[in-house]
């Protein structure tokens, strides 16, 4: 029955998708995820802007902002501007009030992911290689979703016992005990063949959550905490597809109908069937192409046991991805990634001279999971990338000592070397230098360091003053390798 | 400096001092290393005019052309023309005898088998040069992204491009030991050309240097303008395979006619642009030499014109872009046209 069914969606996915490429036109969807507080909305944001803006650089005398990017570099973009989004049942990116966020006269981050949300661009450009060159359109399908949701995924293929006994048993781990300390307490006190109980359940649920929040909290920064809409409910808070928990069940122990065992089973069955599936079937399994922003300082800032724990939801993560290099045909029918862009988000936070080794960590955290997917034959990059760059560089000298700086507004309340910022005040920062072997970032059990144990240390700045053209409208802040991104994502399309 | 005692996270304030106070600590503003990329990244159009260069004459593809059917099959037609007149010819040396017969078939094998290895040699030879094209635009673009995978790939062709010049023989060792390393894609190339790159520049620049020469003395002195324009042609055309051959090609006799092609259209490309090149220089040399008599003017500017396409030809034929080295200027090649100032110029650019 489950193979007829997976037959069935499968058949659903691929009519769906020659439909939509039959509407389309040449184009791509691009998959933009990563965990919360990675950058998504900036990125986006960033990339709507440059695009709609960039066939407007020459004529304004500006200087080109992407050189990289080989459709600005040749001058080939006519125009591009978003256009209506071919899913009318999701919800649309708000890409006029972030950009308003950042631009305006109160500038500060946009407010962050909750939900999927796609937004559609179109490019007219003039094609030089391939069969037909000349005038020609182009569109690209952004696809902003959590990247939470994607560790979900692996959760189809495991019943609630494993998922339970692999919950409790990363529970243990030193870096979380103290966290699940409540949670895991109540839990043992439960008896997984009594009877079901509302009451005993919510209460489960609620300690759980609690339990991944407190993980989430900024001084930890975990990454992997399944289920992901625990953390996000959006529409479903409190409905009882969010209301389990896992139970420490015995081992062999056979869940008998009746109990608080089975109610949870079969709401963790439910969870899978609304939550978890139609978001691979509708979104997920369509993408072209995928980039995964990743916030490792902030993992940085907490230790290396953040660090372990980034590497393991970044495996997770890349496993979910349908990677593999297909043909025209399979373009058309059933669409695999064939790219893979892995960037290491807020680069401007650090100095230019530390970005090699950023990347190196970035790399060796997602070392497995990229021979993994280049050997099914997917290309993967790692980057050190800022979508939107806040700081400009400096160097500090203090009697002998020269520090390379980053010079930026910090925000308000972040704290360094017994200064409390407020928002307002410029700031020389030196945050610290990362190891020279990406090894070492790993090495440890520490986590929430406080500064005086920490090595390095990477505030969060506000976003840079806008500049404004002829026309009064924002121009695009400037950026580190963005264009090298476009190129990577979407520049081979545009030749 | 990885060695060094850790050094702490630090913060400086940079708020507004209140009057009397004063800063432990000096802030330095710094060129921005990522607008220095980006100004390195924009600023080539020669770069860009090379690879357009590169296009029109190498990189051409089988695009389909009336000229082209109609010259095909004209050519089939004389093919068989002549296959028929072979035939009969061998069939009548057969009738006077059989020895004579027997002689021709072989004088005819003999000329097909020749025949075949021309045309082997010349298709093997303008495979080499589009590889030496595709070479220069893989490694622009692994410069300009700084693709370590790339560059390395890439340098290993270039390196093996020269397998079988001897005095480059330190430069390939060195290459080959560093393409193990750890080095960045981009300073791979810059290496790489640092390394390979100067022998072969000066010697194509003395070439260009002896044909301006010999171009601008025989105008001068040539008694007929027909003389002059012939020995010209005939000048640049060895220029620019000698230029070829020096940057690793093999011009043939068909890849000589695309060469051609490929500077004709980096000329023209570059025509438009030159005026910074020196064009100043060009015209006031040559309105100068021409005061003096009209023939040494033709010179210069016959001089001129041999280098200009020199020039052009080593863009086109060098199998990687100009990046860490400075590529040369009509002074830099044609000193004697310009006088002193040329040549104090290219004397600083040698040093």
Known sequence: MSALTDLFSEARNSAANVAEVLMRGRGLRLGVTGLSRAGKTVFITALAQHLTTLANVAAEGRKNPLPVFRLAAENRLQAGRLAPQPDDHVARFAFEDHLGALTGPDRHWPQSTRQISELRLRLDFERRAGFRQGPSSFTIDIVDYPGEWLLDLPLLEKSYADWSRETFEASAAAARAPLAADWRGFSVSLDPAGRADEALARQAAELFTAYLRAARAEAYSLSTLPPGRFLMPGDLEGSPALTFAPLPLPEGHAIASGTLAAMMERRYEAYKSHVVKPFFRDHFARLDRQIVLVDALSALNSGPAAMRDLQHALDEVLAAFRVGRGNPLTRFFQPKIDKILIAATKADHLHHLSHDRLEAILRQATARAISRSEFSGAKVDVIALAAVRATREAAVRRGRETLDAIVGTPLAGERLDGEVFDGKTEAAIFPGQLPADPALAFRGDGLALPESEAEVRFLRFRPPVPNFGGDGKPLPAPHIRLDRAFQFLFGDRLS | ?351
């Open chain 2, 1 to 351: 400096m990885t060695d060094a005692p850790k050094m702490r996270p630090r913060a400086f304030r940079l708020d507004e001092l209140s009057p009397g106070a004063a800063r432990d600590f000096v802030l330095e503003e710094r060129p921005d290393a990522f607008e220095a990329e980006t100004a390195l990244l924009i600023g080539d159009p020669g770069e860009r005019a090379t690879e357009e260069a590169q296009a029109q004459g190498f990189l051409r593809g089988g695009a389909f052309s009336w000229g082209g059917l109609l010259l095909s099959s004209l050519g089939g037609l004389a093919a068989f023309a002549f296959g028929l007149w072979l035939d009969q010819l061998v069939e009548s040396l057969f009738a006077r005898s059989t020895a004579l017969g027997w002689i021709g078939v072989g004088l005819a094998a003999l000329a097909i088998l020749a025949f075949c290895a021309l045309i082997a040699r010349e298709a093997l030879a303008i495979f080499r040069q589009r590889k030496v094209a595709l070479l220069h635009k893989a490694l622009a673009l692994a410069h300009e992204a700084d693709d370590r995978d790339a560059a390395r790939a890439k340098i290993g062709e270039l390196v093996a491009l020269y397998h079988n010049r001897p005095a480059l023989a330190g430069a390939r060792a060195h290459l080959a030991e560093l393409r193990g390393e750890i080095v960045d894609g981009r300073d791979l190339i810059d290496i790489a050309e640092r390394q390979l790159m100067p022998a072969l520049d000066s010697a194509a620049r003395q070439e260009i240097a002896g044909a301006a020469k010999r171009v601008s003395l025989v105008a001068a002195i040539s008694p007929r303008a027909m003389i002059d324009m012939i020995f010209v042609a005939a000048q640049a055309l060895r220029l620019i395979r000698r230029i070829s051959q020096i940057y690793g090609g093999r011009p043939g006799l068909l890849g000589a006619w695309r060469l051609a092609r490929a500077v004709g259209a980096h000329l023209a490309i570059t025509g438009g642009m030159a005026l910074t090149d020196g064009l100043a220089q060009q015209i006031i040399g040559h309105g100068l030499a021409a005061k003096v008599s009209a023939r040494l003017g033709e010179g210069v500017l016959n001089g001129t014109l041999t280098a200009r396409i020199g020039l052009s030809a080593v863009s086109v034929c060098r199998p990687m872009p100009f990046a860490a080295l400075k590529a040369p200027t009509l002074a830099d090649v044609a000193p004697f046209l310009f006088g002193d100032k040329g040549k104090a110029e290219s004397a600083k650019a040698q040093p």
